[in-house]
């Protein structure tokens, strides 16, 4: 009896151990294929950004990285006490939260609106992605000519409509630059975040809507109950990518403003410092900082989107 226990209990331990075998080879395989990635990955964002934090302790220059000495903290408590530096942490922030904000509104109405059955969606939705396809330099530039003073249509089209007396100098005025280059990110970025929300809602299970509209329920209330709950995580998906694009954006702001003041983020000022001031050591804290800031605010989002999942999942 004891030699049939034995036995039974050795064969029914065997499929776990076949499963804890197998998931072990899958392990081994997984990482197998993600290692070259990792290297690549090491190699042209770790190593940089090991330098950029290394540097950031030095007084190196652009043109004297070899003769740099230790100055410890002192970049960073330069750069605490620099009121350009905080007035490009207030630009960014302020570019950071409308932008995306209103990117994130429009971009769940323009979803709602594709994912109705309109004739001719699908060439709707090609179209939409248009601004999307466009390299950011180049809608920048474009936008430039448009929003010029002098001879760009925004102005000429807005002095037809007798909106405004006078030309406006929509890149000049420290109060309007900051408008225009929200409005520029705003029509580049939208559609990706409608491309996302249009790829929930498409998932969306008819049944709840069916029951719902049976048990009486509006559209007001059927949005707020099902489809804004069903499609939060691509919406958080989206404001993540979207807010790390923000927080980091040089691209448009420098195309449009160039070193101005009134618009300069964090990025532009740090590559101000790196180029064309050749202070590698205070340019690097900069940078450093930067990193620093985008690396918490998407921990701050991922975990508020997991405590929300949490929360929804021991209510139902």
């Known amino acids: ?140 530039k474009m936008w430039a000519w448009m929003l010029n003073d002098l001879y760009g249509v925004v102005n000429a089209v807005l002095l037809a409509l007798g909106l405004i007396a006078e030309p406006w100098a929509w890149l000049g005025d420290p109060v ?10 705003v029509w580049k970025a939208t559609p990706f975040v409608a491309l996302l929300a249009l790829a929930a809602l498409q998932v969306l299970p008819q049944q709840l809507y069916e029951a719902a509209r049976i048990d009486g329920a509006g559209a007001v209330r059927i949005f707020f109950s099902i489809t804004l709950p069903l499609i939060r995580p691509a919406l958080l998906v989206a404001v993540i990518f979207r807010g790390l694009d923000a927080l980091r954006v040089f691209d448009v702001i420098y195309v449009l403003t160039g070193n101005s003041a009134a618009t300069a983020s964090m990025s532009v000022y740090a590559r101000q410092q790196l180029v064309e001031f050749q202070d590698v050591g205070y340019g690097s804290a900069a940078t450093t900082c930067l990193f620093l800031v985008a690396a918490l605010v998407t921990a701050l989002l991922v975990t508020a989107g997991r405590v929300n999942v949490g929360q929804r999942s021991a209510a139902t």
Do not use: C
């Open 176 to 185: 309007l630059s900051m408008a225009a280059v929200i409005a520029v990110d």
């Open 1 to 140: 009896m004891a030699d049939a226990g034995s036995a039974s209990g050795a064969a029914s331990s065997t499929p776990w151990a076949k499963q804890l075998s197998l998931a072990a080879r899958r392990r081994r395989t997984a990482w197998l294929f993600l290692m070259p990635m990792l290297l690549v990955l090491a190699a042209v964002a770790a190593w940089p950004l090991f330098r950029t934090i290394a540097f950031s302790f030095t007084d190196a220059y652009l043109s004297d990285l070899s003769g740099w000495q230790f100055v410890g903290l002192d970049n960073y408590l330069y750069l605490a006490q620099d009121p350009q530096w905080w007035r490009a942490v207030g630009n960014t922030v302020i570019f950071t939260v409308v932008s995306v904000g209103l990117e994130t509104l429009l971009g769940l109405v323009i979803a709602l609106t594709l994912n109705a059955h309109l004739p001719g969606r699908g060439l709707l939705r090609a179209a939409v992605l248009i601004p999307w396809a466009i390299p950011t330099v180049v809608s920048a």
